[in-house]
C-alpha cells in the first residue's frame, strides 16, 4: 500500500465532523459514549466506556484564547449596539454584560476544549493512535 492510500485510510477511520460533535457534546471523540472530561475542565486519562486513551491531549490555552475571542465578538457589539440604541446608565450596562459575558464563557469554555481534543483525536495528533 502506498503512502497516500494509507493517509486516505487514516483519514476515513476517524472522520473530523462526527468527531467534533462528539467533543462539542463532552463525550468521548472515539465512542460518542463515555464521557470526555471529569470535571468542569479536567480531561479523562481514558474513556470509561471504550478505553481510548485521552491523556495524549494537549489543549492547552487554545480553548481559552477561542473562548475569549468568540465572547469578544459577540459581546463586544451587542454592547456598542445596547448603548447607542438605548442610552442606559453605564452601570446596568456593565451589570447585565458582565453577567452575560461571564455565563457565556462558561458555557462555551468547556465544550470548546472538548472540540480541541476532538480534533487532536482525529487528526491522529500528539500521540493519538500511534502504535506502541
Same mark, same amino acid.
Given at each position: 500500500?502506498?503512502?497516500?492510500?494509507?493517509?486516505?485510510?487514516?483519514?476515513?477511520?476517524? *472522520?473530523?465532523?462526527?468527531?467534533?460533535?462528539?467533543?462539542?457534546?463532552?463525550?468521548?471523540?472515539?465512542?460518542?459514549?463515555?464521557?470526555?472530561?471529569?470535571?468542569?475542565?479536567?480531561?479523562?486519562?481514558?474513556?470509561?466506556?471504550?478505553?481510548?486513551?485521552?491523556?495524549?491531549?494537549?489543549?492547552?490555552?487554545?480553548?481559552?484564547?477561542?473562548?475569549?475571542?468568540?465572547?469578544?465578538?459577540?459581546?463586544? *457589539?451587542?454592547?456598542?449596539?445596547?448603548?447607542?440604541?438605548?442610552?442606559?446608565?453605564?452601570?446596568?450596562?456593565?451589570?447585565?454584560?458582565?453577567?452575560?459575558?461571564?455565563?457565556?464563557?462558561?458555557?462555551?469554555?468547556?465544550?470548546?476544549?472538548?472540540?480541541?481534543?476532538?480534533?487532536?483525536?482525529?487528526?491522529?495528533?500528539?500521540?493519538?493512535?500511534?502504535?506502541?
Amino acid at each position: 500500500m502506498d503512502t497516500q492510500s494509507t493517509l486516505m485510510a487514516a483519514e476515513d477511520d476517524r *472522520p473530523l465532523w462526527p468527531a467534533l460533535r462528539r467533543g462539542w457534546c463532552r463525550q468521548c471523540p472515539s465512542c460518542g459514549s463515555g464521557p470526555l472530561l471529569r470535571g468542569y475542565l479536567k480531561v479523562r486519562e481514558s474513556c470509561p466506556v471504550c478505553g481510548e486513551a485521552l491523556h495524549h491531549q494537549r489543549a492547552d490555552d487554545g480553548p481559552a484564547y477561542l473562548t475569549i475571542m468568540v465572547v469578544g465578538h459577540i459581546v463586544g *457589539p451587542l454592547m456598542l449596539w445596547a448603548f447607542t440604541a438605548w442610552r442606559p446608565d453605564p452601570l446596568v450596562l456593565l451589570a447585565i454584560f458582565s453577567v452575560a459575558t461571564v455565563a457565556m464563557t462558561l458555557w462555551l469554555l468547556p465544550r470548546i476544549k472538548g472540540g480541541f481534543v476532538a480534533l487532536q483525536w482525529s487528526r491522529r495528533m500528539h500521540g493519538f493512535g500511534r502504535d506502541a
